[in-house]
């Protein structure tokens, strides 16, 4: 069985100062086993943490759209940041990613994807992140929740991590893949884990974020 993270952060991200080596001592710690490294606007990190990691590995990443961010996960190149929704969704779609709609709901984050555009996009959603750690309403995850079952796709859950310390705050339990067909399979069995991150956890991302801007 596998224990997997599908959303976590490296210094890749303007919001995080994790080194790939971090990222990979955390899992072990942990008994993470799969994981998903989802930078802002980066793949770098995930491709490093893949070619040093003994565990599987995700190309995923975040990507801001013009009506909010979402996640291209199985990527083989960057999706750059700024395009619109449509625009990015088909860059996921043709490079045979898979499209993973991320801490949607959350009214704490102007990015997060509102309601409309959910169900504007829900026949090319893959998968739907149903548990975020730092989601601070569980609101949100019920809404999530209550999406993936009405649309019958599969949940994910992930800790969202931009400090090593925050990986496995989240995690689902599910079966081994052998692709990205039989990933969403395993998913639909999986069981999601998991706890609300500190509120202050906030405070390292707005560190690192201020620490590369200066």
């Given at each position: 069985m596998l224990k997997a993270d599908f959303h976590i952060h490296t210094r890749f991200s303007m919001d995080s100062s994790t080194d790939p080596t971090e990222v990979i001592r955390a899992c072990q710690k942990k008994n993470i086993n799969c994981i998903a490294i989802s930078d802002h606007g980066a793949i770098e990190g995930a491709r490093e943490v893949k070619k040093l990691a003994s565990f599987y590995v995700i190309i995923a990443e975040e990507i801001l759209t013009d009506r909010g961010e979402i996640m291209g996960m199985f990527l083989e190149e960057l999706v750059p940041s700024g395009l619109s929704l449509e625009e990015?969704?088909?860059r996921i779609k043709q490079q045979g990613g898979l499209l993973c709609a991320q801490h949607p709901y959350d009214r704490f984050r102007a990015d997060a994807l509102k309601a409309e555009v959910m169900e504007e996009i829900k026949d090319q959603i893959d998968l739907v992140e149903v548990f975020n750690s730092r989601n601070p309403l569980l609101r949100s995850s019920r809404q999530a929740r209550e999406f993936a079952r009405l649309h019958n796709l599969p949940g994910s859950a992930g800790s969202d991590?931009?400090?090593a310390y925050e990986i496995?705050?989240?995690w689902v339990?599910?079966?081994e893949f052998q692709d990205?067909?039989?990933?969403l399979q395993k998913l639909a069995q999986g069981k999601v884990?998991?706890?609300r991150a500190n509120p202050l956890s906030h405070f390292s991302s707005m560190l690192s974020r201020i620490r590369k801007s200066v």
């Open positions: 990015s969704i088909k991590a931009h400090a496995g705050n989240a339990e599910m079966p990205k067909k039989d990933f884990h998991g706890h």
